[in-house]
């Protein structure tokens, strides 16, 4: 039986890469569920974030950037992440950045128009344009796709994201809580690690070197010092895809991965709220963006 009191529903978070989907992931719900930086192709798996209320759960689900030409196996399951928030959809949140341009053929614009969800067209960023430029941006959006509502927004200043939300909680269905209350997401603290130090990399290294590598968790284990207070150790490999990348990583005389490790062991302290003992290493394996196996430990693909 359909409870008519409280609402639940699925919310999928789409677009292209670098559009500012994270950003309103973690404005939405409130926490930091995804990393976020300038650069494209930051988010490359699907994370759930729950927002949950006396009356409502939102299952919000940012994923990565619809790439249209994918060069990796690794990119090709990022692409299936995004076609399966389709299929599990009460509404889609289909992010824009004003400035971008689509063509007629895109294929993902045809994959929208055969989906069966409500589409909310959510143009990000709009500080960057006049009120005028706005409109035209609508209008064209409003010529090749059909949609429930559009949203002008800016997710990084949060203005317009309050009513953005107000809209979801009226549009989603009557139903029972699809997780527990207490519940904030579906990904185990071993993911939000690994991603927490890969924003790192992304922020402190240049060029294609973030591109390269993937970070695996080795071990993950809640101790206590010897003074009685709580302490995580963790241990983690990060993977790149060349030898030369190696060298990099670490820096001259191990400064690199020593800043990186700082960096990383701040944010996992507040982020876990207690001391981080955290040790980084680096492994060379080659072409693992197209290795069946690393994908499926790195968990890109069942």
């Given at each position: 039986m359909t409870n008519n009191k409280h609402k639940a529903g699925f919310v999928n978070?789409?677009?292209?890469?670098?559009?500012?989907?994270?950003?309103?992931?973690n404005a939405l719900v409130g926490e930091k569920m995804s990393i976020i930086t300038n650069k494209p192709q930051t988010t490359r798996h699907r994370i759930v974030g729950i927002i949950n209320a006396e009356n409502f759960q939102i299952v919000f689900s940012d994923t990565p950037g619809y790439i249209k030409k994918p060069s990796y196996k690794m990119q090709e399951s990022m692409n299936k992440?995004?076609?399966?928030?389709?299929?599990?959809?009460?509404?889609?949140?289909?992010?824009?950045d004003p400035r971008d341009t689509f063509e007629e053929d895109d294929p993902f614009l045809e994959k929208m128009k055969k989906s069966t969800a409500p589409i909310f067209l959510v143009i990000n960023k709009m500080d960057l344009l006049t009120a005028e430029e706005l409109e035209k941006v609508e209008a064209w959006w409003?010529?090749?796709?059909?949609?429930?509502?559009?949203f002008h927004i800016s997710a990084l200043n949060k203005k317009n994201?309050?009513?953005?939300?107000?809209?979801?909680?009226?549009?989603?269905?009557?139903s029972e809580p699809y997780y527990p209350k207490d519940q904030?997401?579906?990904?185990?603290?071993?993911?939000?690690?690994?991603?927490?130090?890969?924003?790192?990399?992304?922020?402190?290294?240049g060029q294609e070197i973030p591109?390269?590598?993937?970070?695996?968790?080795?071990?993950f284990k809640e101790t206590k010092t010897k003074h009685g207070a709580d302490i995580t150790n963790i241990a983690a490999e990060i993977f790149v895809s060349r030898k030369t990348q190696k060298p990099i990583i670490i820096g001259k005389n191990g400064d690199s991965i020593k800043r990186l490790g700082t960096e990383a062991r701040?944010?996992?302290?507040?982020?876990?709220?207690?001391?981080?003992?955290?040790?980084?290493?680096?492994?060379?394996?080659?072409?693992?963006?197209?290795?069946?196996?690393?994908?499926?430990?790195?968990?890109?693909?069942?």
């Open positions: 978070i789409i677009g292209r890469p670098n559009v500012g989907k994270s950003t309103l992931m992440f995004v076609h399966g928030s389709f299929e599990d959809a009460d509404i889609i949140l289909f992010v824009i409003k010529e090749h796709l059909t949609f429930e509502q559009v994201t309050t009513v953005l939300l107000d809209e979801i909680i009226g549009s989603i269905p009557f904030l997401t579906d990904r185990p603290e071993r993911f939000f690690v690994a991603e927490i130090i890969r924003e790192k990399i992304l922020l402190l290294y591109y390269s590598c993937e970070v695996y968790v080795q071990s701040k944010t996992l302290e507040e982020w876990l709220e207690q001391k981080v003992f955290l040790e980084l290493h680096v492994k060379v394996k080659e072409n693992w963006r197209d290795d069946h196996s690393l994908l499926k430990n790195f968990g890109y693909e069942d």
